[in-house]
């Protein structure tokens, strides 16, 4: 048992990594930009779908990534400049409607290119066995590799807000975006650099996931909600709220789907267990960004 | 001149069954109907929306809350009482009313919730109930589960035959209509003045003595509620329900159609549901690849107008007057 | 006008016995979305057999109308009140999903046009909702998880894993299974919109069952059997699976990780039949290496119905002859046996496969031995006509 459980919250650590790369970039094109960017699932879907392209092109993992995180990037900083752009001055919602338009347009575009069927994906060489943790618990090492990459980026993003120049006014930003445009900062600038890294990040989680899921169109609007609700439980803007959030979402989120009806089971009938056990776990990331913000209103790290 | 369009348009759409028949294009009075509908719960939404400044990414659940209660009002008219208590019945004049208070209700527990939160937390907040009764009404297996409830026959309303598709479009019609009338009323009311000052400054409204919060959850309840009658309506419109009617998608549809039209512009969102079923309806029919089109044609209009269809209207008349 | 042009020229027809105008047939099927090539695998089959002909089905000259339901059930409904209403058509097909179907099937039949089903056949329609305007060609949808159950029963096994999505076709499809298996089954459900199946396969690692039996439909799927492997559990314990988790567009998705399941499905393009091999060789000559999966065989399947249908009364201006002519399944189906039952859903066989590696590592569908013969659905016993 206690075997299994520690394999399950490595499970959920996991999860919550991939979800992590997703929110990262969204918080900050959220917080900092005020833009709700619904069509960072396509960005996710494009970083796939190149990357995965140019694996199978060049029978190289390694040679699809670097393809997967400019074809996103290019992607982002695209949509920012033809897009975005010219709607800073508007109402939010406006924002919402182009990017909705977007994902139109990003799904349809990919069944043209690609055909509608799923596309073949593999692990890379090296990374398709098992790795013995402890005795009775073999993990498979690509998963523990989107673990340290997804650790890595958030060491990266840490090291990039918190001693660059850039990235104190991304702080500064998600503060007060007045008052850095008063300092006479090129704040259009610094919104292309956020669109472009958050577009870069999601290209990455797109390629990572690629091998273990479904290369598919509209791959990106099934993970799209997690991340929104990894985005608010943490607090719109913060990096460091986005981690603790999506670390917190998938451990809970897997431990409920792997417990919750055995647990009830001791104090129900199976079939009763089982029923509301599933309920409560397909609910289970709802309810807690609910409770979250009952009693947070502004999430856990809010910003301002 | 307002009254002469008002006028001019009411004729239009009281011929246009007629119109269709003589066209030989009968669906358009079923797309007509399922704009009236449309319609009246986009509306909804942007009476919190546009004037209230609340962003609920939830209001499908309301929507499909009102048609879940006239087919599952009809499945226990044939099958027995809810939880053997609460007998099911197949007239309109109890399912609306039925539908209005479900949807009333549960937009007051979920309003109550919500309304404590602002800005994006709001939008997720609505977004995260109406997934969970998404995926309740997925889980339920009496009523159909994922695959939905047909609804044999439609509601009796008054001896009409709800089934025939010119008098659904004039019971569609004539609901609508008695909506816009109390909507109209409302938004011109001292209540809809406070919600709208409630947009623009709620502590200015704060300091006038007015309780926000009662306020914004009086105008959620009643937002919710016109989604509900729109959903009942849908309900005998399709006679089938299923969970793809509160699902998070639909939500932001009704979204679009608001936005479409133009936000906080009264008939607004009848132009944006009139042109985003018909855009679809038409592009679908015209290439398989027709979600590139939509996304093409919703994004310039979102670039090139301001104020959505309603404001691109405004500005032509305006150019006309001059 | 139109309208008495129309009917003048009916009266020309019936006059002279030959048919001037196309008959046409109406396809409302989902090509949009993560679930497009659904339609598209029907759709495609259904063109390959109208061109096999030179634009006719049994004889007569048909026109093709294809829409796009976007998997809304509001939006089908729409698309089947313009083929209705609009413009006439008497004969509607395509449909994949079963909440599409639930809106405008009944809608359909009641407006006195035939409905053929080339994929959803669901149970609302199976058994007291059935119609005799109504017909279905795939499957009704229990059946294909019944045959699941069979197989793990045939195999010797007796306790099993069971993984679904929490909603009604998981259950059914659970349901369906464990009838027919008759052994001990832990059931694990799965969310709707999961990606990450981690922590199932530690479930199902901890519950150590002599088989699994999983039914995720698309992408779900293709996550599923990916990750299945990578947690070693592929060649471990074996599973079973229904035809729509082991479809050739999954498995070319999944490669490896599918060598070595076993599957049940109602045809797989090796069937040793001159109808199968037929078809088999048109796909391939038109659509070269793309898929083919047991949707398109429904779709080819419906087309031939049809066909034999059309063959025997000329047109559909005849309803109630059309419908006879349906009704008698005059047809040679790629699958072989094949008719209707009570409630017009198909009496057929089913067939245990196994996923081999071909020449080039590969997987391949190999069919192995026939498990249930002649059977139907539960449901006909509830349907009157």
Known sequence: MSILLIEQALNGVQYGVTLFLLAAGLTLIFGIMGVINLAHGSLYMIGAYAGMYAAAETGSFWLGLPVALAAAAVAGLAVEALVIRRLYNRDHLDQVLATFALILMANQAIILMFGRQPIFTRLPAGFDGSVQLLPGLAYPTYRLLIIAVGLAVAAGLWLLINRTRVGMLVRAGATNRDMVRALGVDIRLLYTVVFGLGALLAGLAGYMAGPIGAVQVGMGEQILLATFVVVVVGGVGSIRGAFVAALILGVVDTMLRAFLPTLLRQVMTPAEADQLGIGIASMGIYLLMALVLLIRPRGLFATA | MRAVILILAAAALLALPFAAQAAGQPALITLATR?????????????????????????????????????????????????GLIPGTTHLLVTIPLALAVSGLAAAAIGALSLRTGGVQFIMITLAFAQMLFFLFVSLTTYGGEDGLIIRRPNEFLGLNLRDRVTMYYVALGFAAAFFLILWRIVHSSFGAVIQGIRQNERRMAALGYAPYRYKL??????????????????????FTSPDLMHWTKSGELIVMVILGGLGSFFGPVFGAAAFLILETYL??????????????????????????????????????? | MKRFLAAASLLALAATGTLAEPVKIGMITTLSGPAGYLGEQVRDAFVLAIEQEGGKLGGVEVQLVVEDDGLKPPQGLQIAEKFVGDEGMKLLTGIIFSNVAGAVVPEVVAQGAIYVSPNAGPSNLAGEGCHPNYFVVSWQNDALHEASGTAARKLGYTRAVALAPNYQAGKDAIAGFAREFGGQVTEIYTQLDQTDFASEMAQIRAANPEVVFQFHPGGLGIAFLKQYQQAGLLGQIPMVLSEPSLDAVILNAVGAAAIGLKGTTHWAADFDNAASKAFVAAWQAKYGDKPLTTYAQQGWDTAQLIASALRKTGGVDDIDAFREALRAADFASTRGDFRFGPNQHPVQDWWLIEIVADANGKPQIVTREQLRDDVGDSYAAQCKM
């Open chain 2, 35 to 83: 704009i009236a509908v449309y319609a009246i719960a986009a509306a909804s939404l942007n009476f919190i929306l546009g004037y209230g400044g609340m962003v609920s990414f939830g209001h499908a659940a309301f929507f499909g809350l009102g048609a879940y209660t006239v087919g599952v009002m009809f499945h226990h008219a044939g099958a027995g009482p809810m939880f």
């Open chain 2, 284 to 322: 679908a029919g015209w290439s398989e690849h027709w979600p590139l089109a939509l996304g093409a044609i919703l994004l310039v209009i979102v670039l090139f107008t301001r104020g959505g269809v309603a404001g691109l209207i405004a500005r032509i008349g305006g150019a006309l007057q001059r």
């Open chain 2, 218 to 239: 009086a105008a959620f309840v009643l937002s919710g509620m016109g989604c509900g009658l729109a959903g009942a309506l849908m309900a005998n419109v399709l006679r």
